[in-house]
Structures are given as structure tokens and as C-alpha cells.
């Protein structure tokens, strides 16, 4: 048993605690419902006992009880609740509903209900019962009355008293009750003090429900208004807001009450953080209702920068009030580096840089909680200085505005321009606008690549850029020559050649064995018809040949022919 009570005093507060949250999530959800309506206040009572209501402004005198009113209460289960009495959409009127139950006697001629609040003269109502009806003819005792013709206002706090008539003393029922505020959605569209008026605690509650579209396309918010106060017209306009103000962006945009489409199309050029949608009905003091839909759009902050090409001058001003860091930065192989001493803390103030170079690679660096921004206001409008090598070796430098630049010589192991160059000489040359100076060179460069880094001096803020140059070159040509690429040449050529030769001698080779066929296919053929024998000459003459006559193997046998023949002839 003792550990049940431990348990439970353990557990007690946990329970109070989801008693209380429940109680209040009730509360909250009460005060957000609709109320209910009537046509016109009245007094009701059950049992079709017939009711009158008679005023006054003070309670009488009380008079001892009976004795029957000792034993059982005469008042149970009473209620308050406000109820609205409408006119029209926008007015309505706030009425006190009081419910009770209570126990009728022969002696019981009737009700009081008074309501008092500080500083207003208490107000009392009588509710009389008919004399035929009482307690003889009734067939209950217990008679539930009901009377809503109390008006209250927003926020009021009214002390209702109950008591019976004649009144005894001791035998009443008193309860303080707090009127719904601007707070209510139902009174924010029908009471006229919500919807002119800010409320008790100073916070503007919604005239009308704003809806929107963007159209990036044209710029524009088509805004559509509904739950406006029909006898009136309807501002619209877009702001920025700061602070407690909305500064306009354009004039008022004024919704006819006698338009039928209540939507109206508003400009933009910005879709800044701080830019709001804002309504109000046009009366005399309205309450204005704001939308802003855009406070992620902080990316659309970090335009609007501008150059003074005069004072050299970049600047910067935020239409939003943002906590941020500003910086100057050179953007050089994907990044951005930041100018030394450069950096502001800003919240509203403007930025401004004096004596900033026009430079493309010069940006600005906007950096909010640890996420950074970066925008180059220069970009492809300005042209900016630059280098040039010529062919007999000479490094132009121009420059499309005046000034003074330093321009130091480094040397470097690779062709990779380096991020700092280790000055070995340095010369200072002042440039004309659109006009080309050389450099002054040393008369004999190192035989590997070097570096020129150059930065203008007559502004605070410019960017500083590393050239980098190859010493091999001819002069009256505009590109170096390589050994490695006259080897490869010459090596091309020459297996040119040999593969050349290569083809030419079995082509010869294969022509030859074709003639020589030729001739054997023909011999074999003639041999077949029986022709005399043919006798392959020589291809190089003999001295006989060359005087006409036929050469013949000498032999004995031949010589004595030839004679024969001589003789013969």
C-alpha cells in the first residue's frame, strides 16, 4: 500500500501538469471557434412556463430565506457564453448568453441576472414567471432559463449576479466573465473594432486574407483579396518593411468595392526578404494587414551594386535589414581571395570602397552565418589591363585607363603561374590610356621560364596578376622551335623515304617476273609450230656486231661453211 501512495505523490505532478495543458488547449480552441448567431435577443424558459423580462438598475433588498432553501441549492448548472448579432457581414454586436437551471417554488415569483464592470453603472434584468404556471401545474420542479439580450464588448470583464425574486439573502450565484478580444477569427471578420482597430495588446490582426501569385516572367504579384469589408474600397500596395514601417515601392493600388473580381497586379524588381504584400480597407485609420513571402530570398540581397567610375568607387547598400560581412576578393582559380583590411560589418549602412580598380577579377564577398556569396559588379563591361609578348621578345603592357603600375620580374621552375612571385627586379611604369609600353627587360633573360607580376599603385584596392613567359624565342617568328619536334620531323620523313624505296623495288621486282613469263608462255608456243630455235643476245655489242655482221660459235666446221659461202657468192 505504501509503495500505491509513493507511486501516486510521484506521479502527481506529471498529472497536473497534462491537466493544466489540456485545460488550456480547451480554452484556446474555445476562444478559436465560431460563435453563434441570432436574429434578436430574447428570453427563454422551458416547461412552456411563460417568461418576462423587465429592467432595472439596482438589486433590492434582500430577505431572510425560508427553510426549504437550506436543504437544496436553487441554481444549478449555469453557463455564460457570447453569442453575435449581425446586421450585416461586418456588423455584428457581442451578447452575453446566461443558462441557468433552477429550482421553482410557490414563492419564487422570478429571476434577477445583474452585470456590473468597473467603472459602468450595474445593469439588471428581471425575468418574471406567470402567475398560472407555477409550482402546482409545472410537472418538474426544475425550470432552465435562458436570456442573451446583455451586450458586451470586446475584452470586457463583467461580474453577472443571480439571484431569485423576491431576493433572499445568501441565495445568489456570482461569476466573472472575460468577453472573447480581436484574438477570435470569427470577431476579426464581423466586429468593426477588430477590423479598423488593433487590438488590446497592439497587434494587428488580419483585414482581409491576401492571396498571391508570382510571375517571374513579367515581374509581377498578382494579389487576390477576400473577406474585405464590402462597403469600402481596398488598398493594396507592395513595401519594404524595416522595422515598424513598410516603406512603398509604387503608389497605392485602389480595389473598387463595386468591382465583382477583387484582385489587383503589383510590380516588383526585387524579390528581397523584406518585401510585403499590404492591405487595408479605406476608411479613416484601418488596420493594414501585411504578407511577406520572401524572407528566404536572401541570395536577392547582394545585387545592386554600383561604380562611381569618377571617385573609383564601388558601393553597396542593402534594400533589407541583414547582419553580414562585406569583403573585397580576387576571384583566381575557382576562389576568392580576400583583399587585406577590406572586410565591414554590416546591418542597414551602406559599403562603400574608394579607389577601387575596374578590374573583372574584383569581386565582392558576402558572407551570413558561415555561407558565402560572391558577385563581380565589373565582369565582361570593363576591359582590363593585359600583357603581351612580341616576336622579337620585347612584353608590351596597355592599359585601357590611365595609370601607374609596378611590375616586378620572377623567376619560377615550372610554366605554372605561381601565387606569389619572388621579386628578383621591379620597375614602376606609368601607361596612358589605350596607349602600349614595353617593359624594361633585363638584356639577358634566365634560360628557364619567368614571371611577371604586375598590380596598379595609384588605387587602394586592385588586383594583382602573375604572367608567366618562355625565354625560347626566335626572333621574327612567333612561336618557339622545339628540338624534340625537328627530331620527330626528320624521323617522319625518313621512314617515309625507306618505306618509299621499299614499295618501288617490289613493284620493279614483281614487273620483271611478269615480262619474263611472258616471253616463256610465247617460246613454248612457237616450239609447238616448229620454229627454228631462238639465240639470246647479248645486251652489249661486239665490235663485229657493231659493223653489221651476224656473230656465230667458231669451230672448225663453221669456218669451212663460211668459206663455201663466200665462194658461192
Excluded at 305 to 326: G, K, N
Aim: glycine share 4%; with cysteine; aromatic share 6%.
Amino acid at each position: 500500500m505504501e509503495e500505491v501512495v509513493t507511486c501516486f505523490l510521484k506521479c502527481l505532478p506529471l498529472v497536473s501538469l497534462m491537466i493544466c495543458c489540456c485545460i488550456s488547449l480547451t480554452g484556446a480552441a474555445e476562444d478559436q471557434k465560431g460563435l453563434e448567431r441570432i436574429e434578436a435577443c430574447s428570453t427563454k424558459c422551458s416547461q412552456g412556463l411563460d417568461c418576462k423580462k423587465t429592467n432595472f438598475l439596482f438589486p433590492s433588498l434582500c430577505q431572510s430565506p425560508p427553510e426549504d432553501f437550506k436543504t437544496s441549492p436553487v441554481f444549478q448548472n449555469i453557463s455564460l457564453s457570447t453569442v453575435l448579432r449581425c446586421e450585416e457581414r461586418h456588423k455584428c454586436s457581442m451578447h452575453l448568453r446566461i443558462q441557468t437551471r433552477m429550482r421553482i417554488k410557490d414563492f419564487i415569483h422570478g429571476v434577477s441576472i445583474c452585470t456590473s464592470s468597473a467603472g459602468l453603472i450595474p445593469n439588471c434584468k428581471v425575468i418574471r414567471f406567470s402567475q398560472d404556471r407555477l409550482t402546482e401545474t409545472l410537472p418538474k420542479p426544475l425550470v432552465d432559463i435562458e436570456n442573451d439580450c446583455t451586450m458586451i464588448s470586446l475584452r470586457q470583464e463583467v461580474q453577472i449576479t443571480v439571484e431569485t425574486v423576491p431576493s433572499y439573502c445568501g441565495i445568489k450565484w456570482t461569476q466573472v466573465y472575460t468577453a472573447p478580444g480581436c484574438s477570435n477569427e470569427d470577431l476579426q471578420r464581423h466586429i468593426p473594432d477588430c477590423i479598423t482597430h488593433p487590438t488590446f495588446a497592439g497587434v494587428w490582426i488580419s483585414a482581409g486574407k491576401l492571396l498571391y501569385k508570382v510571375n517571374p516572367e513579367e515581374k509581377s504579384i498578382t494579389v487576390n483579396v477576400s473577406e474585405m469589408r464590402q462597403d469600402h474600397n481596398y488598398n493594396l500596395r507592395l513595401c519594404y518593411a524595416k522595422r515598424y514601417i513598410c516603406m512603398s515601392t509604387e503608389p497605392v493600388t485602389v480595389i473598387k468595392k463595386e468591382d465583382t473580381i477583387k484582385s489587383a497586379t503589383l510590380s516588383y524588381s526585387r524579390l528581397v526578404p523584406c518585401l510585403c504584400i499590404e492591405g487595408w480597407s479605406a476608411v479613416l485609420d484601418a488596420r493594414r494587414v501585411q504578407v511577406c513571402p520572401f524572407k528566404q530570398n536572401v541570395e536577392e540581397l547582394w545585387a545592386g551594386i554600383t561604380f562611381d567610375p569618377i571617385e573609383a568607387s564601388l558601393l553597396w547598400q542593402p534594400l533589407c535589414p541583414v547582419t553580414a560581412q562585406v569583403t573585397l576578393c580576387q576571384q583566381e582559380h575557382g576562389e576568392c581571395i580576400d583583399l587585406p583590411n577590406t572586410t565591414h560589418n554590416v546591418t542597414r549602412q551602406k559599403v562603400k570602397f574608394t579607389g577601387v580598380e575596374s578590374h573583372p577579377q574584383l569581386c565582392m564577398k558576402f558572407s551570413v552565418n558561415s555561407e558565402d556569396w560572391i558577385r563581380c559588379p565589373f565582369g565582361d563591361r570593363f576591359t582590363a589591363w593585359e600583357l603581351s609578348r612580341q616576336p622579337e621578345g620585347a612584353v608590351l603592357l596597355t592599359s585601357p585607363a590611365p595609370g601607374i603600375f609596378l611590375v616586378e620580374l620572377c623567376e619560377v621552375e615550372a610554366a605554372v603561374p605561381p601565387k606569389t612571385c619572388q621579386s628578383t627586379e621591379n620597375y614602376t611604369i606609368n601607361v596612358e590610356k589605350l596607349k602600349s609600353v614595353a617593359v624594361p627587360l633585363p638584356s639577358e633573360l634566365p634560360h628557364r621560364t619567368f614571371c611577371l607580376q604586375v598590380r596598379r599603385q595609384d588605387v587602394l584596392y586592385s588586383a594583382t596578376l602573375v604572367h608567366c613567359f618562355d625565354p625560347i624565342l626566335e626572333t621574327g617568328s612567333n612561336t618557339s622551335v622545339n628540338p624534340t619536334c625537328i627530331i620527330v620531323i626528320a624521323g617522319v620523313l625518313l621512314a617515309l623515304v625507306i618505306l618509299t624505296t621499299l614499295m618501288l623495288h617490289i613493284w620493279l621486282t614483281v614487273h620483271q617476273r611478269r615480262i619474263q613469263k611472258r616471253k616463256d608462255d610465247s617460246c613454248h608456243y612457237e616450239k609447238q609450230k616448229g620454229c627454228a630455235p631462238v639465240f639470246m643476245v647479248s645486251s652489249l655489242p661486239s665490235k663485229s656486231a657493231l659493223l653489221g655482221t651476224v656473230f656465230v660459235p667458231d669451230s672448225p666446221q663453221n669456218r669451212s661453211n663460211e668459206k663455201t659461202n663466200l665462194l658461192s657468192h
